[in-house]
């Protein structure tokens, strides 16, 4: 079902360069105002001044936001600093790692286009999600350049197709390009330019789903861009490079794909609750749907440490039969490890839910936590920024903390996840439902500015 097909990438000239880790940034998402300035001092070809997040002294709704960016990278082609390949490929691109646990891995995908479906065909499948004013930027960007600065991450099953086997064989001796990212991953690229096996690819891929991990609002913005053409020019030939996007795409089975959690910091206003709970009160409040055991000894990084670790061993051991995840109250320096209980799914919300969602311990989180038990109204936890959302648990404890000295109207309130699984995040997807807004953290991250695909209407994709 998947259209998959190479494509001459654009990319940073190394011999206009000292180093490409000046260059590349992590998505556009994740970058805030802080590491934002840090990425313009780094280098004046940093990708952040193309693939653009904040403004600031501008509000996100300026012009000048989208005019800079197309002169910069108008500017760039003609230095030379990005250079296109001559002919279409399709890159392999592995990530050395390090997990915060020590153990090394190495995540194995490609980078390739493919060619745009609307959710309802079943051939690209979300499971998040999309925001309008997301996508109303990133489809201004896309406007004003011409171009897909970063791949949109995907996953499809594997099923014994062999399809990055396939592609290795046509390995090259040294990579294209070799890149360090902040946490000291190494990512690696190499072209696949060998038609017999570009053609062997796309046969493989058209019997396959793709599943967005990570991406689904520049997804969104490809298929509101490709519409907005057809509706100014008529329909567009299959090979027009707007029915396409560009996606980094990784086997679900790959032994490196790694989806750590995401913990949410909640902010508990002083209205939801009058006076803020105490964690007694709390406790109370959480004993109707979970069983709470008190974390106790020590500095309130080992608390943390310890339940999360407890929470790691009773998933080893095979124990964790239902929904856990930590508490922690900076403000009484408390910490729990709350269990479901099996009666709590009778919720009426929970159970109003599809089996597949209501196994998700996020949604648990959502529905029974804060929707019924805290009566944080979803509305206004993404109107407010009532919940932010933490990969690394010693941030988020770190934030907690500071926010507690800081607000006396609020009571920050730390929970602390398990990840979500892989084939939870296909199951939801099959079943056409939605996760819950940060379900899912896949690491490392791809770059941004490793490859990037300019669009030009006069050129064609190469199709088999």
Not at 179 to 189: L, N, Q, T, Y
Not at 261 to 278: A, K
Not at 289 to 314: C, N, P, Q
Not at 418 to 445: C, G, W
Request: glycine share 6%.
């Amino acid at each position: 079902m998947a259209i998959v097909a190479p494509f001459r990438a654009l990319r940073f000239n190394p011999q206009k360069l000292q180093r490409l880790e000046d260059v590349v940034t992590p998505p556009y998402d994740i970058i805030d105002e802080k590491n934002q300035a840090a990425f313009q001092t780094r280098n004046p070809y940093n990708m952040i001044y193309l693939d653009i997040s904040k403004s600031p002294g501008k509000g996100d709704n300026s012009e000048e936001r989208y005019n800079s960016a197309r002169k910069y990278f108008t500017r760039w082609q003609e230095e030379e600093v990005l250079i296109r390949e001559d002919a279409p490929a399709i890159y392999l691109y592995y990530i050395d790692y390090t997990l915060p646990s020590g153990i090394r891995l190495t995540r194995k995908g490609l980078v390739a286009l493919v060619g745009l479906a609307e959710f309802s065909e079943g051939t690209v499948k979300p499971h998040e999600e999309t925001f309008a004013t997301v996508t109303a930027d990133r489809l201004r960007l896309m406007d004003a350049c011409q171009a897909q600065f970063s791949q949109i991450f995907s996953l499809y099953a594997e099923e014994g197709a062999g399809i990055i086997p396939t592609l290795e064989k046509g390995l090259p001796e040294k990579p294209l390009y070799e890149v360090r990212d902040a946490d000291g991953g190494k990512h690696s690229i190499w072209p696949i330019m060998d038609e017999e096996i570009l053609a062997r690819v796309q046969d493989l891929f058209r019997e396959k789903s793709v599943y967005i991990a990570d991406g689904h609002h520049r997804y969104s913005t490809a298929l509101q861009y490709r519409k907005q053409l057809q509706e100014k020019q008529g329909e567009l030939l299959p090979p027009n490079p707007y029915n396409f996007t560009m996606m980094y795409l990784c086997p679900m089975d790959d032994p490196g794909l790694t989806v750590l959690p995401t913990h949410r910091l909640v902010t508990l206003p002083m209205d939801v609750i009058p006076g803020l709970p105490t964690m007694d009160e709390l406790a109370t409040m959480m004993a109707k749907g979970f069983t709470l055991e008190e974390i106790k000894g020590g500095s309130r990084e080992i608390l943390v440490a310890e339940v999360l670790a407890r929470m790691d061993d009773r998933l080893a051991e095979g124990k964790k039969d239902r929904t856990m995840f930590g508490l922690y109250h900076a403000g009484e320096d408390r910490c729990f490890l709350l269990t479901l209980k099996e009666e709590a799914l009778k919720n009426r919300t929970l159970a109003n839910r599809p089996p597949a969602l209501r196994d998700l311990d996020v949604v648990i989180l959502s529905d029974l936590v804060l929707g019924d038990i805290l009566g944080l109204d979803y509305e206004r936890c993404e109107h407010d920024n009532l919940v932010r959302y933490f990969a690394d648990p010693d941030e988020a404890l770190d934030v907690a903390v500071k926010d507690t000295i800081k607000h006396e109207n609020a009571l920050p309130l730390l929970f602390l996840m398990n990840n979500t699984k892989v084939l939870q995040v296909k199951r939801v997807a099959d079943e056409n439902l939605i996760m819950p807004h940060k379900s899912t953290y896949f690491y490392p991250k791809i770059l941004t500015g490793l490859l990037l695909n300019k669009l030009n209407p006069d050129e064609e994709i190469v199709l088999k």
